[in-house]
């Protein structure tokens, strides 16, 4: 059972930047690939970003691409997701997840383990 908490949103104003941190506990994170996802009232769960267990693989949804970089540091059991020039339509809770695995997931129905979720507000 893999344990995730995020860590790092709070309240920006727009252009500004907010590093997000997803630590795990309970499993061997190495074997897993996380995503980042969010949800927009009224719109569906969608990954924003997604990074394989060893970092070689990255995915960035269009509207992030060039701002958001995800990375990870597997010997402290964390993965980042630095956000930079936000908008104010990046305002949303965002929720890491885990699942094992090889490659990389987009879909939020192939993740086995949540965070509670951080939020992230940013001002115009």
């Known amino acids: 059972q893999v344990q995730l908490v995020e860590s790092g949103g709070g309240l920006v104003q727009a252009g500004d930047s907010l590093r997000l941190s997803c630590t795990a506990s309970?499993?061997?994170?190495?074997?897993?690939?996380v995503g980042w996802f969010r949800q927009a009232p009224g719109k569906e769960q969608m990954a924003v970003a997604a990074?394989?267990?060893?970092?070689?693989?990255?995915y960035y949804e269009d509207s992030v691409k060039g701002r958001f970089t995800n990375s990870r540091d597997n010997s402290n059991n964390t993965v980042y997701l630095q956000m930079d020039r936000l908008h104010a339509e990046d305002t949303v809770v965002y929720y890491c997840?885990?699942?094992?695995?090889?490659?990389?997931?987009?879909?939020?129905?192939?993740?086995?383990?949540w965070g509670q979720g951080t939020p992230v507000t940013v001002s115009s």
């Open positions: 997840a885990a699942v094992m695995t090889s490659t990389i997931k987009v879909l939020s129905t192939a993740y086995e383990y």
């Open positions: 309970g499993g061997t994170f190495s074997s897993y690939a």
């Open positions: 990074i394989s267990r060893n970092g070689d693989k990255i």
